[in-house]
């Protein structure tokens, strides 16, 4: 890759303009010049505030004039019920692939990647969680201490709709519609995202969902499952009617239960020495576009998070192990 990044961005909403600025301030860290176009539905549309100024290109068409033939990195970050689509655009016309979580929606999980990516595709699917400092500290705090073993998992990530985004009505994005890849089970993705991670994969997953609070909404707002792996039971609670917000994961072990509270980031040993972690949300999502951005520099390294192993969560979350 050269000192001038080229990146595509197909998708600029919330999460797209995060990744943008990150990326942005990313590359001016490590010195190097950045030129970012969007692919974009309606350029019309107005963007959030500062994005437009950070963009060289916004286009329609990716066989206009001002499109590269071949990109250093594209982000697909659009509604997720758009990502099979999108990916199809970009198709081999970038070296290294950013996807947002989940990588497909529900009624997609029977698609064969090939006929998405091109053979060889560099591409990783977006795992925050794994980037957030508690996480990285409890991570490093298992693998340091091989004789804790944990008996049972306890995971929720309860937090209310409506304050997700800030002067946004929630019932217009893409959460609240199931036809949009909306609903807890794979919108909070990310929790089986981390338990895979920290555990592999269980050997059986039961789950219930559906509508229960008097949101206005039309995709599942709580989501609860039991799993179990070959020496551990895990309970994952996810919803979108928390009105405190509350994420977290609770190994109970035999000296006693680690808390890993991603909220107050703080990780909570078995003797009951608290480990202070604080930082802005931020600083996870930095952390993560500067292993992305490593990534796709580097040749021939495997990807922390393939497309592959990401779909095979996502069928997990459905039940589909």
Known sequence: MSETISALFVGLGSIGTRHLKNLTAICAEQGCALRADALRSDPARPLR???AELLAHQFTSLSGPQALAQYDVAFITNPTHLHAEALRLVRGRAGALFIEKPILDAEQTGTELSALLAAGQKAYVAAPMRWCGVMLALKAYLKENPDV??????????????????????????????????????????EWDYLVDLFGKPEEVYNLKGTYSELELDSDDLSVYIARWPHLLGEVHLDYFGRTYRRAIELFCREGTITADFGAGTLTLENGTVQHYEEDVNARYLREMAYFVDYARRQNVPSVNPPEEALDVLRLTLGKI
Do not use: K, N, Q
């Open 49 to 51: 505030p500062g994005v």
């Open 149 to 190: 073993r944990p008996y049972s998992a306890r995971v929720i990530c309860s937090s209310y709709l409506p304050d997700w985004r800030p002067g946004v009505d929630y019932r217009t994005v893409y959460s609240a519609h199931r036809a949009m890849g909306g609903g807890v089970t794979i919108d909070l993705i990310h």
